[in-house]
């Protein structure tokens, strides 16, 4: 859907006489200070929040900075079934639209929904107010109609170790959807899509039950779980459960396969904006133009193999495998550098967790362009959904406007994001250090690993994310 910007940025400029900003800048933006300057403050203020992280935070401070709000038993069951409700809604139009619809991918609802308003919209929504994936997740309601049908919603409860990883699996094939195949821009391809889903889920929770299936195999469950974990708001005992951001994530301490999860999301992400910089193009060309590769090349794609599509899968497992041996190297580190007064295991699932308001703050930098503007594609799409000439609340004639979000304005939401994510990280890690170390000399010395890899983390992400609006 994303690669559709360029063909929205061409159609709304013979509209709009406004320079084009999406991922690709019709013009570039010139910094006012040389862009060394910006990431040397973006990693001074990330190391000034590890400073401020152990001035100001204590033991056990955190989850105690928390207000419940009662809610009556009357109203919260209401409202959940009202999220139920609209998410099934919502499910059935994305699978008509997408079948009966028009065939382009920015004039059908299936296809700017799902990656413009869910992927990206939907998934900061959770991350930044709260999580309503979990109440309304209509996969998980759509599962549970058809087992209770077919006679097999008993309370089968099966766990297994590779359910973790079967997540892990399934985030980057979502990855791979989005970033690399064609079916993400064909609605019809988009609906068999989730209709195969679906049946995978199906089969998943009738063998190991729904409980099961959809608390650790599922990725779609685990992500929206996890970005959840970073909301102000929460699901209380009796209500609602107001807290501060990330502070869900204390005390998490997951898996290896979850903790694999999360590094993912970042590197994911991080693939996605690699892509779209001159090293990547620079790697490409090197490729194309290699001697040794060329045969191999070519015998690849006699045999019907599409070599960019290759390429770009190789490069997003690349990324994956390295982000996760990064996080192993820092994870070694900090192990040492408390004396291995904790396992490595510990070490490396225990502070996991504190890496996902980097996922999120990347996330929010790199596509806040994008929602930008390809979310006004919605406004002509509800009022003729089917693309029979309709007219139904009046924007059918709306075309997308490319001042709504500039090169300046997006790469000042890109940076401030970026060190409020790390710095953010920063806190979240503190505070798991205390909690899984009871000394706070050794808390101190576990973080400072920690801090080097947060200040690298955000000079690469930030220099990645500045090449398309800079370069």
Same mark, same amino acid.
């Given at each position: 859907?994303?690669?559709?910007?360029?063909?929205?940025?061409?159609?709304?400029?013979?509209?709009?006489?406004?320079?084009?900003?999406?991922?690709?800048?019709?013009?570039?933006?010139?910094?006012?200070?040389?862009?060394?300057?910006?990431?040397?403050?973006?990693?001074?203020?990330?190391?000034?929040?590890?400073?401020?992280?152990?001035?100001?935070? /204590?033991?056990?401070?955190?989850?105690?900075?928390?207000?419940?709000? +009662?809610?009556?038993?009357?109203?919260?069951?209401?409202?959940?079934?009202?999220?139920?409700?609209?998410?099934?809604?919502?499910?059935?139009?994305?699978? !008509?639209?997408?079948? %009966?619809?028009?065939?382009?991918?920015?004039?059908?609802?299936?296809?700017?929904?799902? *990656?413009?308003?869910?992927?990206?919209?939907?998934?900061?929504?959770?991350?930044?107010?709260?999580?309503?994936?979990?109440?309304?997740?209509?996969? /998980?309601?759509?599962?549970? &109609?058809?087992? +209770?049908?077919?006679?097999?919603?008993?309370?089968?409860?099966?766990?297994?170790?590779?359910?973790?990883?079967?997540?892990?699996?399934?985030?980057?094939?979502?990855?791979?959807?989005?970033?690399?195949?064609?079916?993400?821009?064909?609605?019809?391809?988009?609906?068999? #899509?989730?209709?195969?889903? #679906?049946?995978?889920?199906?089969?998943?929770?009738?063998?190991?039950?729904?409980?099961?299936?959809?608390?650790?195999?599922?990725?779609?469950?685990?992500?929206? =779980?996890?970005? =959840?974990? !970073?909301?102000?708001? %929460?699901? =209380?005992?009796?209500?609602? @459960?107001?807290?501060?951001?990330?502070?869900?994530?204390?005390?998490?301490?997951?898996?290896?396969?979850?903790? #694999?999860?999360?590094?993912?999301?970042?590197?994911?992400?991080?693939?996605?904006?690699?892509?779209?910089?001159?090293?990547? %193009?620079?790697?490409?060309? *090197?490729?194309?133009?290699?001697?040794?590769? /060329?045969? *191999?090349?070519?015998?690849? +794609?006699?045999?019907?193999?599409?070599?960019?599509?290759?390429? @770009?899968?190789?490069?997003?497992?690349?990324?994956?495998?390295?982000?996760?041996?990064?996080?192993?190297?820092?994870?070694?580190?900090?192990?040492?550098?408390?004396?291995?007064?904790?396992?490595?295991?510990?070490?490396?699932?225990?502070?996991?967790?504190?890496?996902?308001?980097?996922?999120?703050?990347?996330?929010?930098?790199?596509?806040?362009?994008?929602?930008?503007?390809?979310?006004?594609?919605?406004?002509?799409?509800?009022?003729?959904?089917?693309?029979?000439?309709?007219?139904?609340?009046?924007?059918?004639? $709306?075309?997308?406007?490319?001042?709504?979000?500039?090169?300046?304005?997006? &790469? *000042?939401?890109?940076?401030?994001?970026?060190?409020?994510?790390?710095?953010?990280?920063?806190? $979240?890690?503190?505070?798991?250090?205390?909690?899984?170390?009871?000394? +706070?000399?050794?808390?101190?010395?576990?973080?400072?690993? !920690?801090?080097?890899? !947060?200040?690298?983390?955000?000079?690469?992400?930030?220099?990645?994310?500045?090449?398309?609006?800079?370069?």
């Amino acid at each position: 859907m994303r690669r559709c910007l360029p063909g929205i940025a061409a159609l709304a400029a013979t509209v709009t006489p406004a320079p084009a900003s999406a991922h690709a800048f019709a013009e570039r933006y010139d910094l006012p200070l040389p862009l060394g300057f910006y990431l040397a403050g973006a990693g001074f203020a990330v190391a000034l929040s590890f400073l401020g992280s152990f001035l100001l935070v /204590r033991p056990g401070q955190i989850p105690r900075l928390q207000i419940d709000i +009662r809610v009556p038993a009357v109203l919260s069951g209401a409202a959940r079934s009202a999220v139920r409700a609209a998410a099934v809604i919502l499910m059935a139009a994305v699978i !008509m639209t997408g079948l %009966a619809g028009p065939p382009s991918p920015t004039q059908n609802f299936a296809t700017v929904f799902v *990656w413009v308003y869910w992927w990206v919209g939907f998934a900061l929504f959770t991350a930044l107010a709260v999580d309503l994936w979990t109440t309304g997740n209509p996969f /998980r309601v759509v599962t549970e &109609w058809v087992l +209770r049908a077919a006679g097999l919603d008993g309370v089968r409860r099966v766990l297994s170790p590779i359910f973790g990883w079967i997540a892990v699996a399934g985030l980057l094939a979502v990855a791979w959807l989005e970033l690399i195949s064609d079916s993400a821009e064909n609605p019809r391809a988009l609906v068999a #899509v989730i209709a195969g889903y #679906v049946l995978l889920l199906v089969a998943g929770a009738a063998r190991a039950g729904t409980a099961s299936w959809f608390g650790t195999a599922d990725p779609l469950t685990r992500l929206f =779980g996890l970005l =959840g974990r !970073m909301a102000p708001l %929460a699901p =209380g005992p009796d209500g609602l @459960r107001v807290r501060l951001p990330g502070s869900g994530l204390v005390g998490l301490s997951p898996g290896v396969p979850e903790a #694999v999860f999360v590094i993912g999301l970042i590197a994911i992400v991080l693939f996605d904006g690699l892509s779209e910089t001159p090293f990547w %193009a620079a790697i490409l060309d *090197w490729i194309t133009r290699s001697q040794g590769l /060329r045969p *191999w090349l070519l015998d690849l +794609r006699e045999a019907g193999i599409d070599i960019l599509k290759l390429i @770009r899968t190789t490069g997003l497992i690349a990324t994956m495998l390295g982000a996760v041996l990064a996080y192993l190297g820092l994870a070694t580190a900090m192990w040492l550098a408390v004396r291995r007064a904790l396992p490595l295991r510990a070490v490396f699932t225990g502070f996991a967790a504190s890496l996902m308001p980097i996922a999120v703050a990347y996330h929010l930098a790199h596509y806040v362009s994008y929602l930008a503007l390809a979310g006004q594609l919605m406004v002509p799409i509800v009022s003729d959904p089917f693309g029979l000439g309709w007219d139904l609340f009046g924007g059918a004639n $709306v075309r997308v406007s490319l001042g709504a979000i500039s090169a300046r304005q997006t &790469w *000042w939401i890109a940076a401030v994001s970026l060190v409020s994510g790390h710095g953010l990280s920063v806190l $979240v890690a503190h505070a798991e250090a205390l909690r899984l170390l009871p000394d +706070r000399r050794l808390a101190i010395l576990s973080q400072l690993p !920690m801090m080097v890899f !947060m200040v690298g983390l955000t000079l690469l992400s930030l220099w990645i994310l500045a090449q398309p609006i800079v370069a």
